[in-house]
């Protein structure tokens, strides 16, 4: 009887239902699956609209092309891991090397961003910092302090908290692909951020904490990877102070 019950014990710790008498125990039981919203820290259009809303700021409303397509006059980053070619900047790297990036040498705070942007080698993601600072870290000289917008899978990260941003995401259709050119628009807001890639709204995300609302520069990332990694940005515009309050690359 000892024996059982402590078979039992043990069946029951490893969540198997492993009863007296079974010679061999049966699979395990299958954990529950987190809800989506938890698993993937995503916002009800609820949780969304009970952060207020702060007006955007205003200023003068100028539209002008970030990168030249020849060079990278304007901006500020390490050598070693950005250049031009083709008509894109390429960040890229033949080994283990820190998250990255490449700074405009201005600052911003309400702004419309467009670009496009793919990922050449790797697996991993590229995306887009501002409302931050740049930062050292050990010997990286272009960290960031702030949050970023991530493709070609949507989401959002905050640099300040080192942790997932959560966001509404009004479709959760796919519209991306790992090494296709990405069509994105970021539109900064007040303390709104809206983003589209391919002409599709991805995600809304609105920041609680005003005091981490703030005038920076705008960083492409080059995000930490174990091996050769390559990824490419173009077509950067920029618009201050945006005349118009609706994301216009969305066609739907």
Do not use: C
Not at 44 to 60: D, F, N, Q, S, Y
Not at 99 to 127: I, P, Q
Not at 178 to 192: S, T
Request: aromatic residues 10%.
């Amino acid at each position: 009887m000892k024996k059982a019950a402590l078979l039992l014990l043990i069946g029951l710790l490893a969540g198997i239902a492993y009863l007296p008498g079974q010679s061999t125990a049966p699979a395990p039981v299958a954990a529950t699956t987190p809800p989506a919203n938890t698993r993937t820290r995503l916002y009800t259009i609820e949780e969304l609209e009970a952060i207020p809303l702060v007006p955007p700021r205003t200023g003068k409303s100028v539209t002008k092309a970030l990168f030249d397509g020849k060079t990278l006059d304007g901006w500020q980053g390490n050598p070693d891991w950005w250049s031009v070619k083709d008509g894109a900047i390429v960040g890229k790297f033949g080994a283990k090397v820190p998250t990255t990036f490449l700074y405009t040498k201005d600052h911003y705070s309400d702004f419309r961003l467009t670009l496009m942007s793919r990922m050449v080698e790797s697996d991993n993601h590229a995306g887009v910092a501002f409302w931050g600072e740049i930062v050292e870290r050990l010997d990286n000289k272009f960290y960031t302090r702030g949050p970023l917008v991530i493709f070609p899978n949507p989401s959002m990260w905050d640099y300040n908290a080192a942790a997932g941003l959560r966001v509404y995401k009004p479709t959760m259709e796919k519209v991306t692909s790992q090494f296709d050119w990405i069509k994105a628009e970021i539109l900064a807001q007040g303390n709104r951020v809206r983003s589209a890639f391919n002409g599709v709204q991805v995600m809304e995300w609105r920041e609680a904490d005003l005091s981490r609302i703030k005038e920076g520069p705008i960083g492409m990332q080059l995000h930490a990877w174990n091996g050769p990694q390559e990824v490419q940005y173009k077509d950067i515009v920029v618009e201050t102070f945006p005349k118009e309050d609706k994301l216009l690359t969305v066609k739907r």
